[in-house]
């Protein structure tokens, strides 16, 4: 039960789009397409922004996006919006009715 | 609108015991499966524990299996997180979470545990 793999930060200017990696094993990302994005604002709770790799709960701007490719997800922010600023958070199911976290990634909009 | 309230944090000594709670109102909880997730001051969120929509099936986060125990009555719409044993790296807010096919949907604001002499 190994964290999954973020940049511990990523920065872009307003309007520009940023990519967040999340990497894991063929045991968690790369067997299942339960992949989930949340935003954490802090001292609040994390939202839900991304759900079974790309879809958006109602709600969430377009401007969020997920894909996946082999044992790596991602999160696209386009057009960002200095509202972006702060901490982003991946999940993956692991099997067996676990689920395990990346270690957060710090969004600065510059 | 789906609220998840949790309570019962505090503080403990090395040792010792505590039952967190959630109160859900909202939706039909005894139709969801419930997680809890914690988050170590300054650190990321980290899974915990789960439980089915019954009660009859759990599953646990390797640093918490014959420690901590997840239960749910679903009379009163409550999720509880029994932990016994607390280590001083147990310190952290616990949220509660609901889960839909496999995603923590929803989050309560959390509760904070610090395990300290």
């Known amino acids: 039960q190994s964290a999954l793999t973020q940049p511990r930060s990523v920065s872009g200017s307003p309007g520009q789009s940023v990519t967040i990696s999340c990497t894991g094993t063929?045991?968690?990302?790369?067997?299942?397409?339960?992949v989930s994005w949340y935003q954490q604002h802090p001292g609040k709770a994390p939202k839900l922004m991304i759900y079974?790799?790309?879809k958006r709960p109602s709600g969430v701007p377009d401007r969020f996006s997920g894909s996946k490719s082999g044992n790596t997800a991602s999160l696209t922010i386009s057009g960002l919006q200095a509202e972006d600023e702060t901490d982003y958070y991946c999940c993956s199911y692991a099997g067996s009715y676990t689920w395990v976290f990346g270690g957060g990634t710090k969004l600065t909009v510059l | 609108e789906v609220q998840l309230v949790e309570s019962g944090g505090g503080l403990v000594q090395p040792g010792g015991s505590l039952r967190l709670s959630c109160a859900a109102s909202?939706?039909?909880?005894?139709?969801?499966?419930m997680h809890w997730v914690r988050q170590a001051p300054g650190k990321g969120l980290v899974w915990v524990s789960r439980i089915n929509s019954d009660g009859s099936s759990t599953s646990y986060a390797d640093f918490v299996k014959g420690r901590f125990t997840i239960s749910r009555d679903n009379a009163k719409n409550t999720l509880y997180l029994q932990m016994n044993s607390l280590r001083a790296e147990d310190t952290a807010v616990y949220y509660c979470a609901r889960d839909r096919f496999y995603t923590q949907d929803y989050w309560g604001q959390g509760t904070l545990v610090t395990v300290s002499s």
């Open positions: 079974d790799v790309s």
């Open positions: 909202g939706f039909t909880f005894s139709d969801y499966w």
């Open positions: 063929s045991s968690d990302v790369g067997d299942y397409n339960y």
